[in-house]
């Protein structure tokens, strides 16, 4: 299995909504990853997970909370997001290092989230 | 850190042709792995291509291949035989030790029939 998958794969929410974000994987990674993407620029770095702990956290806004349950599982929990939050939200996934080898990032089709 | 800079926001190229897109980039790392993934309008993430910065054989994948040169740290993608699938934003990256990914800001490639 070399997927990484995406649930939902559109969410449209409220201000005041609370909503999370799934992402799983079954390739054995232990690296994990959130991405927001706004359209026609590059992915940008939210989180990273190694071996289910938050090792990166690039400075994201506290409505946006990440959690990793296991070590195939990543959730993003989202409260109180702002309408310049919209964006696409891509999970990915990777061996750590460079010791697996290759290190590229496999990513999921990604969740188009859209706040009203 | 590492930067990735992609000059050409947009290319354009005729079926069965072929284009080249470029990429440069800046780090202090000694192992790193370069890539190029592809993203078409339905926007999921494809690995193109990669190649490890210590190997000086340049990698290929079927009508993909890149022109890695280390010292000038340039790294760019062919393409041969340019398909209508081919069309889509492709985005350069470095990875490095941190398991971190830098992204150059993108080539949007049109095919044209």
């Known amino acids: 299995d070399t997927e990484v998958t995406q649930t939902p794969k559109h969410l449209v929410m409220g201000m005041t909504n609370k909503k999370s974000l799934k992402c799983e994987q079954h390739m054995g990674h232990r690296a994990m990853y959130w991405y927001k993407q706004k359209a026609k620029k590059p992915p940008e770095l939210m989180f990273v997970y190694s071996y289910e702990k938050l090792s990166i956290n690039e400075s994201v806004p506290s409505r946006f909370s990440p959690e990793c349950p296991n070590s195939s599982l990543l959730n993003l929990h989202l409260h109180a997001l702002q309408p310049e939050d919209s964006a696409l939200y891509l999970c990915?996934?990777?061996?750590?290092?460079?010791?697996?080898?290759?290190?590229?990032?496999?990513f999921g089709p990604g969740t188009r989230l859209t706040v009203l | 850190a590492q930067t990735v800079t992609q000059s050409q926001p947009e290319m354009s190229v005729q079926e069965a042709e072929t284009v080249t897109l470029s990429c440069t980039y800046d780090t202090s790392e000694s192992d790193y792995y370069l890539f190029w993934y592809k993203q078409p309008p339905s926007r999921q993430m494809i690995l193109v291509i990669r190649?490890?910065?210590?190997?000086?054989q340049n990698a290929t994948e079927n009508r993909f291949s890149v022109n890695f040169q280390k010292a000038a740290k340039s790294f760019s993608l062919k393409i041969s035989d340019s398909q209508l699938g081919d069309a889509a934003m492709y985005f350069c990256a470095s990875g490095n030790t941190g398991n971190q990914f830098y992204f150059g800001t993108g080539t949007s490639l049109t095919v044209i029939p």
């Open positions: 990915a996934s990777s061996h750590l290092g460079l010791a697996g080898g290759y290190n590229e990032q496999f």
């Open positions: 190649q490890e910065a210590y190997k000086q």
